[in-house]
């Protein structure tokens, strides 16, 4: 029991850390990582506009829960901020930490992102691009792949409805199977 409430204690951990703000320095070696991650690293010369988070806290016990603030680009600059939450049901246990980007592929997809609050439902995957395997499955079909390192990364990544999720563990264990979704919301930067 000692060893399941030092996860729980260890998940809430992650969580409180993904709330603090993101310094603009975290934002940028973020995309640094991405860009030189295999195949994410292509979508920045074709991608009308991408969200990225530099920390996102995932954590669960049987319910699990996941936080994250990000900002938004389009055709490279910096037009908006964005938060991500998302809520699991199923088996799971621990807590970790990763790094996530989404490609717009066009303005369509971009609008759609930034109208207010937009949600990937349960049949969405983000490709990671540091596990030793991974695999999706959504209603467009599945597919699986392998990847290295976050310098070497190989990755199946493709558009999927206008849009391309990729992410990068930062650390943390976590056992799930699970069904949930992501909820993100939109604040367009004052000017």
Known sequence: MSRHLAVLASSVALLCLASTPARA???ADTVKVFEIAGESGKFFKSAYGYAVFPTIAKAGVGIGGAHGKGRVYEIGQHVGDTTVTQVSVGL??????YSQIIFFEDQRAFREFTSGNFEFGAEASAVAITAAAGAKASTAGSSAGAS??????????KYYKGMATFTVAKGGLMYEASVGGQKFSYTPVKR
Do not use: I, K, S
């Open 148 to 157: 290295g390192g976050r310098h070497d990364a190989a990755t199946v990544g």
């Open 25 to 27: 320095d975290d934002y």
């Open 92 to 97: 799971q246990l621990g807590g970790q930490a």
